[in-house]
């Protein structure tokens, strides 16, 4: 199917748009920031409500993640995936908060849950096929733990570098692929 | 819909979601094998395409909402930061020094202490009312309106002036070869250094600077007046040269009053602390202190900075100066030669004085404060009492 390949190119031409934002926005082109937030903040979103986060909650933490983002321009330089970056800020509020919210004393990062839920877009498809395909990949999904569940979304629908899926979740980049190949299989021995 | 039957299909849909390089080739190879399902299959496929996982978003009445909290948040911080900021000038403004140093062994104003150092522009080709950029290799850029230059790490050059822009790439010669930017009186330039630190420089000065620094310390020399603020580098020192003083800075701003052809010298601390060396002598300048040097003496004491950097910003201040020294500023400012008679020139002037575009504006200023009258002669300014 030659649109795998296209997809790449997608991905690409996106990743370069990710860069070229984050460069005007160092260089100091305050239009860039707002381009930044409209560009991540759906994705940013979609993430939170995956770790099982209430939406206002999320809000908040959106809302500190690119304040901080703003305030810590220096730390940018040499930034090269500004997606992953946004991800791993996000994860990190949401981590203190659970962690605040959860009075124990957590000293590692705790395991968040991961949830995935599908919908079918497509307006031609009839409503109950449309109820049926969704109940069909939820079951797909639910055979995966959160950690792979988490793994395969950054991964696949976030569309995020090994080392980048490594580092959100804690993990070297080799570990990650493993868990992805896995969970692959898992499901494809299921389907059997 | 034939379709459906693939939407039932697990590990149809599994490639579909998380499509591996494995999966790529077990369906490649299907549909080949397979013709006549292509196009079922490609109509799945498109459905497919229209699966979203964790659809939820923010309504965008709540995203501009959430965005507009941000800018708050973004706001709020900079008005702590802006406070922050005027505690610094204010602590800044009693944290001045100044150093006059008196210098008798030197007479001639065009000629360089440090000949061999500087690059002599053909002076036949160029306007002396010009702006003059020397580079390392010896070409000389004009510019007729102030500019602002900037090097960066790599030695490119960038300079704007007026509503022109020149961009001259990195020459063949040595990185470390100098520069020399010459601001005539009447005009002024800024310049940005291969490090980062800006330096203004004032009218009737020449500054001398590396295309790149070298790898142990940053060095210019200056013969005229320049405000500079340096980049913190404690692995580089910064070390400003004058035909009789070297100071040393590890990141600070400072104004370095140091005309070759005048008899004072004077260096003004804003922020920071540098090390002055004037010949043998060596003097450590701190917050709250003004050094001034006369005949051989050196003397110390506070001064409020911005009436010795304000040029800058496009006016001057004043605190108990006597007139002569405002006219002699003004002079080279607009490049005018200013006459005065003798029995004004302690007149002592305080505030702010406006650096307007042509010099009548300005003296029409301080004749409305004090007593003073003004005529014009060929070009010549004659001001006397009132």
């Not at chain 2, 959430?66 to 702590?80: P, V």
């Not at chain 2, 008196?102 to 160029?126: C, I, M, Y």
């Not at chain 2, 020192?237 to 010298?265: C, R």
């Not at chain 2, 108990?320 to 002592?348: G, V």
């Amino acid at each position: 199917m030659s649109n795998i390949s296209e997809h790449d190119e997608n991905k690409k031409a996106n990743d370069e748009e990710g860069q070229f934002l984050l460069f005007s926005f160092l260089k100091g082109d305050n239009n860039a920031f707002s381009l930044i937030y409209n560009k991540y903040v759906d994705e940013l979103f979609a993430y939170g409500i995956g770790l099982g986060f209430e939406r206002e909650t999320l809000k908040d933490a959106i809302q500190d993640t690119f304040f901080k983002f703003y305030i810590n321009k220096k730390q940018l330089e040499g930034i090269t995936h500004l997606k992953y970056y946004l991800f791993r800020m996000l994860k990190n509020r949401l981590f203190d908060i659970y962690k605040s919210l959860n009075k124990e004393n957590i000293v590692e990062a705790p395991d968040l849950p991961f949830l995935i839920e599908p919908s079918v877009l497509d307006e031609l498809i009839a409503n109950e096929d449309k109820l049926a395909l969704e109940t069909e990949i939820k079951t797909l999904l639910e055979i995966l733990t959160d950690r792979q569940r988490e793994a395969v979304y950054l991964r696949f629908i976030q569309e995020m570098e090994y080392e980048d899926v490594a580092d959100l979740l804690d993990m070297t980049a080799p570990a990650v692929r493993k868990l992805i190949s896995r969970a692959i299989k898992r499901m494809r021995d299921e389907n059997i | 819909m034939l379709s459906n039957q693939w939407l039932q299909n697990k590990s149809f849909i599994q490639w579909r979601l998380f499509p591996t390089q494995e999966d790529n080739l077990y369906w490649e190879q299907f549909i080949k094998v397979n013709p006549h399902l292509t196009d079922e299959i490609e109509e799945a496929i498109s459905i497919l395409k229209s699966i979203k996982l964790n659809t939820q978003k923010l309504s965008p009445e709540e995203k501009r909402n959430l965005f507009d909290l941000i800018q708050k948040d973004i706001e709020n911080r900079n008005k702590r930061r802006r406070f922050r900021i005027y505690l610094t000038v204010s602590a800044v403004a009693c944290a001045a020094l100044l150093l006059v140093l008196l210098q008798p062994f030197f007479s001639g104003k065009n000629e360089v202490p440090h000949e061999n150092l500087l690059v002599v522009a053909d002076s036949s080709t160029v306007n002396q009312k010009d702006i003059q950029l020397v580079l390392a290799n010896n070409r000389t850029i004009t510019f007729e309106e102030d500019a602002d230059i900037k090097y960066d790490k790599k030695g490119e050059i960038t300079a704007n002036a007026g509503v022109e822009q020149i961009k001259v790439s990195k020459t063949e010669e040595e990185e470390t070869a100098l520069n020399t930017l010459i601001v005539p009186k009447g005009k002024r330039s800024s310049l940005t250094l291969a490090d980062g630190s800006k330096v203004w420089v004032n009218s009737g000065s020449t500054l001398k600077f590396p295309t790149t620094f070298k790898i142990d310390r940053r060095e210019i020399w200056v013969d005229g007046e320049i405000y500079i603020e340096v980049e913190k580098n404690k692995a580089k020192p910064f070390y400003v040269n004058t035909s009789h003083m070297t100071i040393n800075v590890v990141g600070t701003q400072f104004n370095v009053t140091a005309y070759d052809e005048d008899t004072d010298y004077s260096v003004v601390l804003v922020e920071g602390c540098v090390d002055v060396s004037i010949n043998k002598e060596k003097a450590r300048l701190k917050p709250n202190q003004m050094l001034s040097v006369s005949m051989d003496k050196i003397s110390v004491q506070q001064i409020d900075v911005n009436n010795y950097i304000s040029w800058k910003e496009g006016y001057l201040q004043f605190a108990s100066e006597p007139l002569s020294n405002i006219l002699k500023r003004l002079s080279r400012y607009y490049d005018t030669p200013i006459d005065y008679d003798e029995n004004i020139a302690q007149l002592k002037c305080n505030g702010k004085l406006v650096l307007f575009d042509n010099l009548e504006d300005v003296m029409k200023t301080i004749y409305n404060t004090i007593p003073i009258k003004y005529s014009q002669k060929a070009d010549r300014i004659l001001v006397q009492k009132k």
